[in-house]
């Protein structure tokens, strides 16, 4: 097992790992704009960190150039949605949730 | 052996946001659940692609990256306008409270 072997799992164990905490995130905050935070943060990340580990189980080929547009997009992308999933909660009248107010 | 791994931990994700895509008492928390699943699904494509040691397959991924970014945009104009043909806030830009 090679150098790059082992940089190649520990990257997609930081991201399987970081998919996992967003989705036990988005789970268990209490509102729509926590449960944004938790997934919106984690997401790109993630995405990230999983296709450097593919882009090195693949080498130096085509399919590595597939995958950094797949980043690039998912770099733009993600936030984005995130931006306007924020805003047409807030459009619509959505109110954050407060301390001590009832879990949703 | 590690692409099976974190393959498990991108389905253990997906399960978990279809999970509050299910319970979300808002339509928002269905749509961000909804875009979590998207965006996991291509980054399964991909891992498929990894196993099969296909790089071909990675073009599905990307448009299915594509695909999910437009219907979520999709989506949301339709819950913040009501009508998918509506020109957008037509007072942003020009002065207006916003």
Same mark, same amino acid.
């Given at each position: 097992m090679g150098l790059l072997d082992i940089l190649s799992a520990l990257m997609l164990l930081a991201g399987g790992l970081l998919g996992i905490v967003g989705a036990i995130g988005i789970l268990r905050f209490p509102d729509f704009y926590t449960r944004l935070h938790a997934a919106g943060i984690t997401d790109t990340l993630c995405t990230g960190l999983f296709l450097g580990g593919l882009a090195i189980h693949f080498g130096f080929t085509l399919a590595t150039v597939k995958l950094g547009l797949i980043f690039a997009f998912m770099l733009f992308t993600c936030p984005t949605a995130s931006h306007a999933l924020a805003r047409t909660a807030r459009h619509n009248g959505l109110e954050p949730w407060k301390k001590g107010d009832r879990v949703a | 052996m590690m692409l099976t791994a974190a393959a498990l931990a991108i389905l253990v994700t997906m399960a978990l946001a279809i999970v509050r895509a299910l319970l979300g008492p808002t339509v928002y928390d269905r749509i961000l659940a909804v875009n979590m699943f998207g965006t996991k699904t291509v980054l399964l494509i991909a891992f498929i692609a990894g196993m099969a040691d296909? @790089? =071909?397959?990675l073009d599905v991924a990307l448009v299915y990256a594509m695909i999910n970014f437009v219907a979520i945009v999709a989506v949301m104009k339709y819950f913040e306008? @009501? =009508?998918?043909g509506h020109a957008g806030d037509q007072t942003a830009g020009k002065g207006g409270d916003h």
């Open positions: - | 296909r @790089g =071909d397959y306008y @009501g =009508d998918l």
